[in-house]
């Protein structure tokens, strides 16, 4: 076993890794070369909007990455499952919805803020 720092994106993890030159033919899974055992955030970066606990109405960020686009505005009305934003991480657009119809309350992130996954990016009232 090897204890590593891995940072990916500005987030550093610490990994315990099962090298295959360690493990024994009847240990190793056949499936699996290298089994990553456990992973553990070390410290997060400032991003632009806050993370925190989920209210309705809340928009979280499904995953860390750039904002691309708000595709709504603070007083529009929204239907349950209307895109809302757009989220890139790795070159590969996510799109984000609303969880529920609503009215756009606050936009809290604009487009090219780097947002952690669970970061507000807007909310419905």
Same mark, same amino acid.
């Given at each position: /076993?090897?204890? =590593?720092?891995?940072?990916v994106?500005?987030?550093?993890?610490?990994?315990? #890794?099962e090298? =295959?030159d360690?493990? $024994?033919?009847?240990v190793?899974?056949?499936?699996v070369p290298? #089994?990553?055992? %456990?992973?553990t955030?070390?410290?997060a970066?400032?991003s632009?909007?806050?993370?925190?606990?989920?209210r309705p109405g809340d928009?979280p960020s499904p =995953? %860390?990455?750039?904002?691309?686009?708000?595709?709504?505005k603070?007083?529009q009305?929204?239907?349950?499952?209307?895109q809302?934003?757009?989220?890139?991480? /790795?070159? /590969?657009?996510t799109?984000v919805f609303?969880?529920?119809a609503?009215?756009?309350? %606050?936009?809290?992130?604009?487009?090219g803020d780097?947002v952690?996954?669970? $970061?507000?990016?807007?909310?419905?009232?």
């Amino acid at each position: /076993m090897k204890k =590593l720092r891995v940072t990916v994106e500005g987030k550093v993890y610490e990994v315990l #890794v099962e090298l =295959l030159d360690e493990v $024994t033919p009847a240990v190793r899974p056949a499936a699996v070369p290298a #089994v990553l055992l %456990a992973t553990t955030p070390v410290a997060a970066p400032a991003s632009a909007g806050t993370v925190a606990s989920a209210r309705p109405g809340d928009v979280p960020s499904p =995953l %860390a990455g750039k904002v691309v686009s708000i595709d709504v505005k603070a007083g529009q009305t929204v239907a349950a499952g209307q895109q809302v934003a757009t989220v890139e991480a /790795m070159k /590969m657009n996510t799109f984000v919805f609303a969880p529920a119809a609503g009215t756009v309350a %606050a936009v809290l992130v604009a487009p090219g803020d780097g947002v952690e996954e669970g $970061t507000l990016l807007l909310r419905l009232g």
